[in-house]
C-alpha cells in the first residue's frame, strides 16, 4: 500500500462521527417538526415531510456502521469508494424539512 492513499490518521472516524451527527440532527428535527406541527393543528402535509425527513435521518444513521466499514476496505484496497446514495438520502431528507417548514409557516 503505498503511503499517498492511506494515512493512518482518524479522518474515516471524524467523517463517520459527522455522518452520524447529521443524521441524528435531520431525525430529531424530522421529528420535532412533526410533534411541533400536530400539536399546534397544523397542515398535515407539513407532519408528512417532516416524518419523511425524520425516517431518511433514521436511515442514514443505521447505514453509519455500514458505510464505515466498507470505506475501510476501499481504503485499505486502494480503490475508490462510491458514497453518492448516503449523500443523496440526507439531500431529500434536508429537503424534505424544509419543505415541512415552508408548509408549516405559511399554511
Known sequence: MSAESWDPG???ERTRLAWVRTATALA???LGG???TARSSGH?????????????????LLRTGRRFRQVQE????ERP???GGDA?????????AVVGGLVFVVF
Do not use: R
Open 34 to 36: 412533526a410533534g411541533v
Open 28 to 30: 430529531t428535527l424530522g
Open 44 to 60: 398535515p402535509v407539513a407532519i408528512v415531510f417532516f416524518g419523511v425527513a425524520a425516517l431518511l435521518g433514521a436511515v442514514t
Open 74 to 77: 476501499a481504503l485499505h484496497q
Open 81 to 83: 469508494f462510491e458514497h
Open 10 to 12: 482518524l479522518q474515516s
Open 88 to 96: 443523496l438520502t440526507l439531500w431529500f431528507g434536508v429537503l424534505a
